[in-house]
C-alpha cells in the first residue's frame, strides 16, 4: 500500500491539522505560519508543526518569500487527491466560520499580498478587539 495515503489520512485526522488544510481549501491563497497564528489562536509552535505535517503528508507545498514561509495547497492530479480535498471542501462551513472570518480580517493585513506583520502583534489584537466591538461581543 502507498504510505503517501496513509500520511495524507493520518494527517487531516488531527483536528488542529484539518481545520488548517480545509482553511487553505476555502481561502484559496498560502498562508504563514504568523498568519496561522493569529487565524487559529495556536501558538507559533504548534501552528509551525501542524503546517510543516501537512507539508511532510504531501498536502501542502512551502516557498520562501523574504522572512517568510507561506504554505498552500500541494498540486497534484490524483484520483485520491481530488477525492481528499473534495471532502474536506464539502465539511460544514459553519462549524469553521469563526476561523474563515479572522483569516479574512488577517489576510487583509498584507501589503501587495505579502505578509508584514508578526503573530499577535498589536495591529492584529486591535484588529480583532475593533472586530468583538462591531459584532456585539
Not at 483536528?15 to 481549501?25: D, G, K, T, V, Y
Not at 509551525?48 to 507539508?55: D, E, P, Q
Not at 508584514?116 to 475593533?130: C, F, H, R, T, Y
Amino acid at each position: 500500500m502507498n504510505e503517501d495515503y496513509i500520511d495524507a489520512l493520518k494527517a487531516l485526522a488531527e483536528p488542529h491539522r484539518l481545520r488548517l488544510f480545509w482553511l487553505l481549501i476555502h481561502v484559496d491563497q498560502c498562508i504563514t505560519v504568523a498568519e496561522a497564528v493569529d487565524v487559529t489562536g495556536d501558538t507559533s509552535y504548534n501552528a509551525s508543526r501542524n503546517l510543516k505535517i501537512l507539508y511532510k503528508a504531501g498536502l501542502l507545498t512551502q516557498m520562501k518569500m523574504g522572512k517568510w514561509v507561506y504554505y498552500t495547497l500541494a498540486e497534484q492530479d490524483l484520483l485520491h487527491w481530488d477525492l481528499l480535498v473534495k471532502s474536506v471542501r464539502s465539511l460544514p462551513a459553519d462549524e469553521f466560520a469563526d476561523v474563515a472570518a479572522r483569516c479574512k480580517k488577517r489576510l487583509e493585513m498584507r501589503v501587495d499580498n505579502e505578509c508584514v506583520v508578526g503573530a499577535n502583534s498589536d495591529e492584529w489584537l486591535e484588529e480583532i478587539a475593533d472586530s468583538a466591538l462591531d459584532t456585539g461581543r
